[in-house]
């Protein structure tokens, strides 16, 4: 079946530093989202992407969607402790139907 | 600040009970998914709906999981009998164009 892996599944990263996940799927995909979900939390949505190749930055987050649209990434630059939490991309395969990635967890140590 | 609401919260029952859980969607949304969160499945998309109607529930276990949107405030997600696999979060979601709003989730847990 349909797929979307996430890699890294952990990440500790120092304060300040920069943190990056990618996000493969096994089929390509109309769009790509992003969520944000802080421990016990719920996702909250960061950003959709649609485009091939598309590049779309919210101040210190940096999303990309690969040309084939299988494969995006999410980069954080000088993280922060308010950085904390897991990162899904989810993949659209259909419309309104979304396969969730394993997400990553991110942990900033200060 | 509209939010979607889910009930209850915290639901703790024994194998084999009926377990009912509700969603108040945003007000205005028309698209509406339910969620399960497990650490080990990650998050799964059971069922949603447009315009109140089922428009895929392939990833529900359909011999013991239903869903429904009796009016458009109220979508319910329901399990009989629950069994102990069955623990997770569950979450409801709803949106008008692609973004998902998703609500706190109800934590179960069948022993």
């Known amino acids: 079946g349909q797929q979307v892996m996430q890699i890294p599944q952990y990440q500790h990263v120092q304060e300040g530093e920069d943190f990056t996940t990618y996000c493969n799927s096994s089929t390509t995909l109309s769009n790509i989202q992003w969520y944000k979900q802080r421990p016990g939390g719920h996702p909250v949505f960061l950003i959709q992407l649609v485009k091939s190749g598309e590049v779309k930055k919210q101040k210190r987050l940096t999303f990309q969607f690969g040309e084939a649209k299988k494969n995006s990434s999410l980069h954080i630059t000088a993280t922060q402790t308010t950085d904390v939490g897991t990162y899904f991309c989810?993949?659209?395969?259909?419309?309104?139907?979304?396969?969730f990635g394993t997400g990553t967890r991110l942990k900033v140590l200060a | 600040d509209a939010r979607v609401t889910q009930t209850p919260r915290h639901k703790v029952t024994e194998m084999g009970q009926e377990v009912t859980m509700r969603c108040q969607p945003i007000?205005?949304?028309?698209?509406v998914f339910w969620y399960r969160q497990t650490m080990m499945q990650g998050l799964e998309l059971l069922a949603y709906?447009?315009?109140?109607?089922?428009?895929?529930d392939s990833g529900m276990p359909k011999d013991r999981f239903s869903a429904e949107m009796p009016d458009a405030t109220l979508a319910t997600l329901k399990i009989q009998p629950s069994e102990p696999r069955d623990s997770a979060v569950y979450f409801c979601?709803?949106?008008?164009?692609?973004?998902?709003?998703f609500g706190p989730g109800t934590r179960l847990t069948v022993t």
């Open positions: 989810a993949g659209a395969v259909g419309t309104y139907k979304y396969i």
């Open positions: 979601a709803s949106g008008y164009g692609y973004e998902q709003y």
């Open positions: 709906f447009r315009n109140r109607a089922p428009l895929d």
């Open positions: 007000l205005g949304h028309n698209t």
